[in-house]
């Protein structure tokens, strides 16, 4: 609403943004970001959710409605978009300790010591890009600041990443500001956090784990890499929170995942970037926000046949009002993720099932009734587009929803087989899986290829000589 009254503003026209109590800092700090700092709000008591309809009227007509007419009758009070110091300028000097303290009491860090950015560090991730430094990448919403190569490599540096990581880098902040994605839903109520997927050689060039312990800190550039995506939501986006970051439970910031390739050649399945659209042993990055996970732990059979009816069970559990993303806000959207350790991937690929032969098993078999999906829709979600037979005949949602009159009839949880996505990583030797539920369309999935410097291994080498 805020983004509407601020296209109003501009053309002269008053407007009155209604916001809930508990989101009034965030409107504040959204404002900034537009470049209107006093864009006119009015407050709604508490939360509209948890009251009856007298006690919303009775809130409304006594608070908001008065301050709504005060905003569209008399003018607003001028103001100033803070100013922020150029890229370059040095904003403070001192020790560790003291620049710690200032990147904390200034929200330029995430609670934990940062890497202070000097400039020969900062120099030193640009030898490992040929973009130029000024190049901008995009601008993210909802601070509406550029996104620069300078400022990936001032945060690469804050997060504990090597030079050589910055490739990757760049790639993530080019994934960050593609439409597709949404950034600018970062902070949404649901708390969901990105997965970056990492592909192609790139892997074993700087040493990932996609073994055992996938996910789990301990090895820097997982660790690193992940940091820095929220850092760099935080510094160069604007998500802060009790701000602009509005999520009720947060999920920390995710350690990146990287598929086992070879175990993918040997089965002869496709890659994650593969399925993205890229050429097999291109260097790719995939982003996908995901507001949480199950791991599904002993998967036991020695067929597909056997194996299968748990992961679809898993995915069925994991997936409740994430639903309104495939019928409803984003129709179509939803993208859930289901890691597969290698064993298990190797199991079922010794039967003679594909990748796609998995992706339309769960779609078959990880269904809900219609009922419940519409209760979800109607009553739990309280979305105004929940009716399967309606949509299914408007054609807005495919057939498949709507086979019948049966209130009973078992419905897909996607659009479709190919909505599921699969990746192999993890223990090689470990029979268990991890069901991710997928935020939908404020956090759908893009890929970008990792463009590598020219001198790629020169350059290498001689970081790691320097690093000794």
């Not at 300790?97 to 995430?110: I, Q, T």
């Not at 409803?328 to 032969?357: H, V």
């Amino acid at each position: 609403m805020l983004r509407a009254s601020a296209v109003c503003e501009a053309a002269g026209v008053p407007a009155s943004s209604l916001v809930c109590q508990g989101f009034v800092n965030q409107a504040a700090a959204t404002s900034i970001g537009l470049g209107m700092p006093n864009l006119p709000i009015a407050v709604v008591p508490g939360h509209p959710g948890v009251q009856s309809a007298e006690e919303l009227e009775r809130n409304i007509v006594e608070v908001t409605i008065e301050r709504v007419i005060e905003n569209l009758t008399q003018p607003q009070a001028q103001a100033r978009v803070p100013s922020e110091p150029g890229p370059r300028d040095i904003v403070f000097a001192g020790g560790f300790d003291a620049v710690n303290r200032y990147f904390s009491e200034n929200e330029l860090s995430d609670g934990l010591p940062i890497v202070p950015p000097t400039r020969e560090k900062v120099e030193a991730f640009l030898g490992f890009t040929d973009r130029d430094p000024d190049e901008v990448l995009g601008v993210l919403l909802p601070d509406s600041r550029a996104a620069t190569v300078w400022s990936v490599a001032v945060n690469g540096v804050m997060a504990g990443c090597r030079p050589e990581y910055m490739p990757i880098l760049v790639a993530l902040v080019e994934a960050m500001a593609d439409p597709r994605y949404g950034v600018e839903h970062s902070g949404n109520t649901p708390g969901g956090e990105t997965l970056i997927t990492l592909n192609g050689p790139i892997i074993k060039a700087l040493g990932f784990n996609y073994t055992q312990g996938v996910l789990r800190d301990g090895f820097l550039p997982n660790t690193s890499i992940g940091r820095f995506w929220r850092l760099y939501l935080r510094n160069v986006a604007g998500f802060l929170l009790h701000k602009n970051d509005k999520c009720t439970y947060g999920n920390t910031w995710r350690v990146v995942l990287a598929e086992n390739e070879d175990v993918l050649q040997e089965i002869g399945w496709p890659s994650n970037s593969v399925d993205m659209g890229f050429a097999p042993g291109e260097n790719t990055v995939t982003i996908s926000r995901y507001t949480g996970g199950n791991a599904i732990v002993s998967v036991s059979g020695s067929t597909p046949e056997q194996m299968l009816p748990y992961l679809a069970d898993a995915v069925v559990r994991q997936i409740s009002w994430q639903v309104m993303f495939t019928v409803g806000q984003g129709m179509g959207t939803l993208r859930p993720l289901i890691l597969l350790s290698p064993i298990l991937a190797q199991t079922i690929a010794k039967a003679g099932w594909s990748k796609a032969d998995v992706k339309r098993y769960l779609f078959e078999n990880a269904r809900i009734p219609a009922w419940q999906f519409e209760r979800i829709l109607r009553e739990w979600t309280m979305k105004p587009i929940w009716d399967l037979a309606e949509e299914t005949r408007a054609g807005r949602i495919p057939k498949v929803f709507h086979e019948s009159d049966d209130p009973d009839r078992m419905v897909p949880l996607v659009w479709e087989a190919d909505h599921y996505m699969l990746a192999v990583t993890g223990d090689p030797l470990r029979t268990n899986a991890y069901v991710f539920a997928h935020n939908g369309v404020l956090g759908f999935p893009v890929a970008k290829r990792i463009g590598l410097p020219q001198a790629w291994r020169q350059r290498l080498l001689q970081s790691a000589a320097q690093q000794g």
